[in-house]
């Protein structure tokens, strides 16, 4: 099954800079894997072809699913942050959900 965001899931800061930040909230994405809505974000900020972001090689995609999923009483987890570098960007992920995937300078 493929899932797609919508504009209410995310928002590009804008400001005609090549600075753009891409957001998105997880929590308001949360039938996807946070896997896959960081690679989607990866994929709309950079315009490559799946196959040419690969997780896999900075993250373990299960992982990084466990590490910001709810609590065993299902409450959600509070702060945490995570940042990495994937296909030329910048990817913090907060505990609060949301989501920012920065382009680096070339």
Known sequence: ???SHTD???HATNGGSEDDVYVVNYYETSDIELSVTVVH???E???KEPTDVNL???VQPDALNRI???KRDGTPREGGLLEFELAG??????G???VRVDPMPE
């Open 56 to 58: 896999n090689a900075v």
């Open 8 to 10: 209410s899931d995310r």
């Open 41 to 43: 974000a990866v994929l």
């Open 45 to 47: 900020v950079t315009g």
């Open 68 to 70: 910001f999923s709810p």
């Open 1 to 3: 099954m493929q899932h």
């Open 96 to 98: 609060s959900g949301e």
């Open 89 to 94: 960007c910048r990817v913090t992920i907060h």
